[in-house]
């Protein structure tokens, strides 16, 4: 139950929170001749992230003449891979909703089922800690990408002591960090359930047969035994009990000595 409501919820918070993202940055350059300043100077950048694509212009303190820069880094890859596990594990969370409600009859028919739904969460498990780690690394890139001290750096104005360059603001990154939590909380929650899926399987069931069957069998022949030991035993014990006394006959010999000794007297 725990995966039917939180798994579509969980995915639909990492791929808005990483898909939907845009932000930006604005730095300054003072230059002596405040003519040639630009104290706003915008930067912005989107998902997926292709920050080299990313092209700004900034005044190089030498007249009118400005400069044409780029942002450093692509984290496409593993933004647009962790966006996809994300979009996919939700409408196949959606999917499996509407099976386990409705179609709970087909769904356990000839064990398939189950089988496939246990196969299918152990791939979105590895997919979850592949692309929420993957994602991880590229959001450590973009942070670096477009850090303000660093875009400053490929100024040739700011290299100059004489002018002065300062970050006006910051992007703010809030929401590719919440992306990137709820991705490991994906997986978390994806690995959590292959158990819960792996007891609806065959293969559980089989396996609680295979080890209840020889404890049966060893239960019934320890039975078997200890009846044959005690019927042998009561018997053994009859036998002994009636070889202890004298026979019938004996007993009347012994006693019929006596009186003819008697009768000779």
């Known amino acids: 139950m725990c995966m039917v409501i939180f798994a579509p919820l969980f995915a639909i918070f990492a791929f808005a929170t990483c898909g939907g993202y845009s932000g930006g940055l604005r730095l300054s350059v003072d230059c002596v001749n405040k003519t040639e300043s630009n104290l706003s100077i915008d930067i912005a950048f989107a998902y997926p992230f292709r920050l080299h694509q990313v092209t700004f212009e900034v005044p190089t303190c030498e007249g009118k003449e400005r400069q044409k820069l780029a942002l450093v880094g ?6 647009e891979f962790f966006v996809t596990v994300a ?3 939700f409408l196949y969370s959606l999917a499996a909703t509407v099976v386990y409600i409705f179609f709970q009859n087909k769904y356990r028919e000839n064990n398939r ?5 246990f196969i299918v969460t152990v791939v979105f498990s ?5 692309g929420s780690s993957a994602w991880a690394k590229g959001l450590s890139d973009v942070k670096v990408a477009t850090d303000p001290k660093e875009v400053l750096l490929l100024m040739s104005a700011c290299k100059q002591p004489y002018n002065k360059c300062m970050a006006v603001h910051s992007p703010v990154m809030s929401s590719l960090n ?6 490991f909380l994906n997986f978390i929650l ?3 359930n292959i158990w819960f899926v792996f007891k609806e399987t065959g293969w559980h069931s089989s396996g609680q047969r295979y080890l209840s069957d020889p404890m049966e069998k060893h239960s019934s022949s320890y039975n078997q035994g200890g009846y044959n030991q005690d019927s042998y035993g009561s018997s053994g014990g009859y036998g002994q009990q009636a070889s202890l006394g004298p026979s019938s006959d004996e007993f009347g010999q012994q006693s019929t000595g006596p009186t003819s000794f008697n009768n000779q007297m």
């Open 126 to 130: 590895f997919l979850w800690l592949v």
């Open 190 to 192: 994806w690995a959590g």
């Open 87 to 89: 979009v996919f594990a």
């Open 113 to 117: 089922g189950p089988l496939i739904d």
């Open 74 to 79: 692509d984290s496409s890859s593993s933004a």
């Open 178 to 183: 919440t992306s990137v939590v709820f991705g």
